[in-house]
């Protein structure tokens, strides 16, 4: 660990918790996915308590660990023999050579047990002359599992009753330090949360400011003249490497700039954001993808390509040094098959960031609480490998079932829609969220509200020429050169088809081109014939679902005086200047096949 001034974040939390400590706050729980740094800053959170000069209380300050492996282990105050082992004191900014060392063993065997351990707490004063201090600080490792417990349960409640007995001479100070909140209702409103967060861009240069290659050589056993060890980067490479390093805890950083000095020679940020991808994945609620998709193949959508494009600058130092707000994200709303998650690809590839696939439905658990968490840790790994693009696909369906949650799953949909919603207002983290929705009729109202999302597009299925110029986009990925088809017949024989039918087209024709080959073994070629039978074969969603398509166009309808959708922007400039040209009236076969008003939006 690095022996420098900690970084604000970590700071500002072990200050708080040597606040707590200092107030005689009984029962603390500590959230965190790294164990081993957390320990240790509330090691030193400790220590810092005992070498002030300053303490009001003039208190003794003791520190033990449970585990349910190794019982209860007590912390004794001694002499680091290690230089890497000293540390700033939190309290007077000192340099320590002094700090808390564990004891090799168990003050008793028995104290595996998580009652006896909690006996051994209970003590007035045990009875062993080392532990002569007027304040206990107990780290309970794992406690979570043990809560379920109602004995357990009965016993860390008597312990706090007790504790806030202000004649009770020693205080005691119960530290539950887990990944997963699991708090019993007869302990909610004892307990105090802390969320020990991931370490920041600041904190990981401040470590690897402190990171020494000589470090790496030592744990190898090699000279450092044995390797070419690059120490040095330029500024954007720097950036780069903080850039991939976010999101992982100080161990598993040191542990792939360890690797990746010694695979390459140098930290290459490449390799450290497969790591991190790997981090992702280990989660099972978020998928990770690198994204190439250009913008310059998503057909159409001229609107929502431009808009995207006056918001790449604002993701920049100097925007936000100018006072502009990083932008929150985008919902699409539109038919399926139109391009909305492709576009979500290809703004992750427009805007340089990572894309974060989030499932909504993958949050909700059987376990009582797990839900809950859940949500809380995608928000937090999502908040730590940002800047990135946040995917929520067809989020309609993951949040389906809000209203009638209360009788349904005693709230659960409700309470994990209410902690996302909120993050979506309240984030300041640099997560794009690109949302897509097939059926704005299943979402919450107070989902598409201002404040959520920068703006709502819909997706409408591709005019004339945006077919023309999907059915190009896809031929030149299959390596034809579109002018040797008549693309404009395929547009033509395509009306209210979506991008996607017209990508299956191309598809159906390869196959047919294929066959032909077999059949005739005549040379294999694609040609307007075979295209031209695969779109005579297709049946377009539009046919087989023109109610819901015809609800859809409607919701989003046209104002005449903005020249634009009522309850949603058009993606499409062409659909846009169509309606326009049309009073406001869409002119779609299936709406009025269906029933519905040719007045949009009436």
Not at 26 to 47: F, G, H, M, P
Not at 109 to 126: G, H, M, Q, V, Y
Not at 428 to 453: D, H, W
Request: glycine share 6%; with cysteine; hydrophobic share 35%.
């Amino acid at each position: 660990m690095s022996d420098k001034k900690p970084a604000v974040r970590k700071a500002d939390l072990a200050k708080e918790m040597i606040d707590y400590i200092r107030s005689g706050a009984s029962l603390l729980y500590v959230l965190t996915t790294d164990e081993k740094s957390t320990l240790e800053d509330i090691q030193r959170c400790v220590a810092s308590l005992n070498l002030s000069k300053d303490k009001v209380e003039n208190r003794n300050y003791g520190y033990y660990e449970w585990s349910c492996t190794d019982g209860v282990i007590q912390g004794d105050m001694k002499t680091f023999e290690e230089k890497d082992a000293q540390f700033t004191n939190y309290l007077n900014g000192k340099h320590e050579t002094e700090g808390i060392v564990m004891q090799p063993k168990a003050e008793n065997d028995n104290t595996r047990d998580a009652l006896r351990a909690l006996d051994f707490f209970a003590e007035p004063s045990p009875t062993n002359k080392r532990h002569d201090f007027d304040c206990h600080v107990s780290i309970l490792k794992d406690m979570h599992p043990q809560l379920k417990d109602i004995r357990v349960v009965r016993k860390v409640k008597d312990i706090v009753i007790r504790n806030d007995d202000h004649n009770n001479v020693i205080r005691k100070c119960m530290i539950i330090v887990s990944p997963i909140q699991n708090i019993p209702l007869e302990l909610r409103n004892l307990v105090t949360i802390i969320d020990w967060r991931l370490p920041d861009r600041e904190e990981i240069r401040d470590f690897l400011a402190a990171y020494s290659i000589d470090k790496v050589v030592e744990e190898l056993g090699e000279k450092k003249s044995d390797k070419p060890w690059r120490t040095e980067y330029t500024h954007d490479e720097h950036d780069k490497i903080l850039t991939a390093l976010t999101g992982m805890s100080l161990p598993e950083i040191d542990n792939v700039v360890t690797v990746s000095q010694v695979k390459f020679g140098e930290i290459q940020d490449k390799f450290l954001i497969q790591q991190k991808k790997q981090m992702i994945l280990k989660n099972g609620l978020l998928e990770y993808y690198e994204t190439n998709v250009p913008l310059e193949e998503v057909g159409g959508m001229a609107e929502l390509k431009n808009w995207l494009e006056m918001r790449k600058p604002a993701f920049t130092r100097e925007a936000m040094e100018f006072g502009l707000d990083t932008p929150k994200g985008v919902m699409l709303v539109g038919p399926p098959g139109c391009g909305k998650s492709y576009t979500a690809k290809a703004t992750a590839n427009l805007l340089g960031m990572p894309l974060i696939r989030f499932d909504v439905g993958k949050v909700f658990s059987q376990t009582v609480g797990s839900s809950e968490a859940n949500v809380r840790e995608v928000i937090k790994i999502i908040e730590a490998v940002s800047p990135c693009v946040v995917m929520i696909d067809e989020i309609e369906k993951g949040l389906a079932g809000v209203a009638s949650s209360n009788s349904s799953d005693a709230g659960t949909t409700a309470r994990v829609v209410g902690t996302l919603l909120s993050w979506m207002n309240d984030k300041t983290a640099p997560a794009f969220i690109v949302a897509t929705a097939n059926n704005i009729k299943q979402l919450p109202p107070e989902l598409s509200r201002k404040g959520r999302f920068d703006d709502i597009f819909f997706v409408s299925l591709p005019e004339t020429s945006e077919r023309e110029e999907t059915f190009s986009i896809h031929l030149k990925k299959k390596g034809y050169n579109p002018a040797d088809f008549d693309v404009p017949q395929f547009a033509k024989r395509t009306k209210e088809w979506s991008n996607s039918e017209c990508e299956e087209a191309i598809k159906s024709a390869l196959i047919y081109a294929w066959n032909d080959h077999l059949v005739t073994k005549n040379p294999a070629k694609l040609t307007d014939e075979h295209i031209l039978k695969a779109i005579e074969h297709g049946i377009p969603l539009s046919k087989t679902s023109t109610e819901q398509m015809s609800d859809l166009y409607e919701w989003v309808g046209f104002d005449e005086e903005k020249q634009d959708g009522v309850r949603a922007r058009y993606a499409s400039k062409v659909m846009k200047d169509t309606v326009s040209k049309k009073s406001g009236k869409l002119g779609l076969s299936f709406i009025k096949a269906s029933g519905g008003k040719k007045e949009s939006g009436s």
